[in-house]
């Protein structure tokens, strides 16, 4: 990724990603969502996604020509994986491993690949700040997908660890939720934590530009795929991009 800006006078491309297969967007909202992406984060078995969902969104995606990741988290399905359980990190290297492993086998069956992993709520938070359940999951991903890339916060333990075991470490911003001070999350229970859609749009375009905003670089944007209007959250920030040049 270019440093800022091309002679043309262009921002640099960026990765746009999407959390899909989670069951609130199902199916229109993800296959509507996927369209919009470069690349997309599919729930595989722990806070939501089943096989038949892993499936089809899979399906979606190599057929767009959209880059597959995994989005592995705990598997507390009444929670949507957003509260701390408290794994052990044998627990979580197991439940990532287990996790990716099952859409590896269907990413295979539709001759598609598993290029990334991202782990989601609870366990992205918890993997942020503890370097032992960063190096669990890392550990899992280098053991059953060899190659695979971490997507993980800048400055991160994840981002730490996945350097550490010689994965490529992809900077994330989202584009949909606030950031305070020094690159963190305004946690869901504060008013403001989630941005509408013209906030997203220039916050997108912000850290496309090199915005230390989310706490460093970042190679990648997310927009959450699990609430109403997803799609045209990503229209909206797709275009802005646009706008902006990016790309």
């Known amino acids: 990724m270019a440093e800022r800006t091309d002679p043309a006078g262009r921002l640099p491309a960026v990765d746009l990603n999407g959390d899909v297969g989670e069951g609130a967007g199902w199916p229109v909202g993800d296959l509507e969502l996927i369209e919009l992406v470069t690349s997309v984060n599919i729930a595989c078995g722990g806070h939501a996604g089943d096989a038949e969902t892993m499936k089809v969104v899979c399906a979606a995606a190599a057929q767009a020509g959209v880059a597959v990741g995994a989005h592995p988290g705990y598997p507390d399905r009444e929670r949507f994986g957003r509260h701390e359980t408290g794994a052990s990190t044998a627990e979580i ?5 287990g996790q990716v492993e099952e859409l590896i086998g269907v990413a295979e069956g539709l001759g598609a690949r598993v290029d990334h992993v991202k ?11 503890d370097p032992e359940a960063a190096g669990a999951a890392v550990t899992a991903v280098a053991e059953v997908a060899a190659g695979a890339a971490i997507l993980a916060p800048p400055a991160s333990e994840l981002e730490r660890a996945a350097r550490a075991a010689g994965l490529d ?7 949909d939720r606030a950031y305070s001070a020094g690159g963190l999350l305004v946690p869901r229970s504060s008013a403001g934590a989630t941005l509408g859609r013209e906030a997203a749009a220039a916050q997108a375009v912000a850290l496309a530009a090199g915005s230390d905003l989310a706490g460093g670089p970042v190679r990648s944007l997310c927009i959450h795929g699990d609430g109403d209007g997803a799609a045209l959250l990503a229209r909206t920030v797709v275009d802005a991009l646009a706008l902006a040049g990016v790309g």
Do not use: M, T
């Not at 290297?93 to 491993?97: S, T």
């Open 169 to 175: 470490s992809i900077a994330e911003g989202f584009v």
């Open 119 to 129: 782990p989601h709520g609870a366990l992205y938070h918890r993997c942020w700040f």
């Open 93 to 97: 290297e197991d439940l990532v491993a």
